[in-house]
């Protein structure tokens, strides 16, 4: 597969732009956005470069066939035209994930079964050995998705969600997703700052997701690296040769990215358990040496105790509760916040995710912009800040 082949990238809604421009730094062409994705063209290792480096993607996908299907025979056809003995083999195992509904095929799951019934009999039929079903690591995960009667197959080359790095060891209530992560620390301009070695500090770290996700930036850190597999590991098609040498690329990048680290990257949490996660997860990724962490409550936050020398960036998703009551609590933790930053941060910039912006005003800081985001289903925005005596609210500045 060198020559040239369309591919589809999913990721969270919002998140598109971002992706569009990162898939075009891998070498994508002939790009376009669509909702919740990315279309693109590329040869094979274009794909398998996607899988191992995107840090926006949720998954990679190869399309086979489009087709209408307007109910669930004409859905069993249309599977039915696809040589499936050209992407697994006859006792190898699969499974299908199917997204979407029309009038007719109204139970994703039956869709599914549809779609599994058909390149099970296929094959069944043509070799007289039987695929079977594996929900864990199957040898081919295939994505079917239905939109107005048109269902569209595709080979899903991720497997896992790519958002899942393999270092969330021991993932908290509610932990933000390591995409997610990704895309405010590029809203942010972290990439650039980590080249001025400018610190990064989150005082609101949990389970160190933003932190750990910084540290694989600003060291060249492949976010697939420490993933065990992907969903073209035992594909027919799966050219090892390739994968081998991007992998060994990738290897190589990260050892000159840590030589030329010199970032401080550092974060605290008021809470004992989230700190114990975070250590976990940043000794899962090998990065001990680099990304530190300890407990600590927003309102004594003091860039001295961190041993930050310079100003840098804040990057935080502070807790913005999903109820009345909880949010009635937090008052006083922006409050606090706000009071060490006016304190404690002049001259630093500040991103913010938050699913109640009205919280924010309790900073007594003015953002300069914002970006919309979903953290789930949650929508949220991204507020950034200069943290100056000029971005103050009036009675935060003496004034009457």
Not at 141 to 168: C, K
């Amino acid at each position: 597969m060198n020559t040239p082949t369309k591919f589809f990238a999913t990721c969270p809604k919002n998140l598109e732009g971002l992706l569009e421009d990162e898939l075009i730094s891998l070498g994508a062409s002939e790009t376009k956005q669509t909702v919740a994705g990315v279309n693109f063209t590329g040869d094979l290792a274009l794909a398998y470069r996607a899988c191992l480096w995107s840090r926006l993607a949720n998954r990679i996908l190869l399309p086979l066939s489009t087709f209408n299907a307007e109910d669930a025979d004409a859905l069993y056809d249309g599977i039915n035209k696809i040589n499936w003995l050209e992407h697994l083999n006859p006792e190898g195992s699969l499974v299908v994930d199917f997204a979407g509904v029309s009038e007719e095929i109204n139970n994703s799951h039956f869709g599914a079964l549809r779609v599994k019934d058909a390149i099970v009999d296929q094959i069944r039929e043509r070799t007289g050995k039987r695929p079977s079903i594996d929900k864990e690591k199957p040898d081919l995960r295939v994505n079917l998705y239905l939109y107005h009667e048109i269902a569209t197959v595709s080979v899903d080359l991720s497997g896992d969600s790519l958002h899942r790095r393999a270092y969330r060891t021991c993932p908290g209530a509610a932990p933000l997703k390591e995409n997610l992560a990704a895309a405010i620390l590029y809203r942010s301009k972290w990439p650039q700052l980590a080249k001025l070695n400018k610190p990064l500090f989150d005082p609101m770290c949990g389970s160190g997701t933003i932190l750990i996700e910084a540290a694989m930036i600003a060291q060249d850190y492949a976010p697939g690296l420490l993933r065990e597999s992907f969903g073209f590991t035992s594909w027919i098609k799966h050219d090892r040769k390739v994968w081998e040498k991007l992998l060994t690329e990738a290897k190589v990048r990260h050892k000159v990215g840590k030589q030329n680290f010199s970032a401080t990257i550092c974060g605290c949490d008021v809470d004992l358990e989230a700190i114990s996660m975070a250590e976990s997860h940043i000794a899962s990724a090998s990065l001990e040496k680099v990304v530190k962490v300890t407990t600590g409550e927003v309102k004594y936050i003091n860039p001295a105790e961190y041993h930050l020398e310079q100003p840098g960036i804040i990057v935080t998703n502070p807790p913005y509760g999903e109820r009345l009551q909880d949010v009635e609590s937090l008052h006083e933790l922006y409050s606090d916040f706000g009071k060490a930053l006016r304190e404690n941060f002049i001259n630093w910039e500040m991103a913010m995710l938050v699913g109640n912006p009205d919280l924010g005003k309790n900073m007594g800081i003015r953002s300069h912009k914002s970006y919309n985001f979903f953290n789930g289903t949650i929508p949220c925005k991204l507020l950034m800040f200069r943290i100056s005596p000029e971005m103050f609210w009036r009675e935060y500045k003496g004034e009457k």
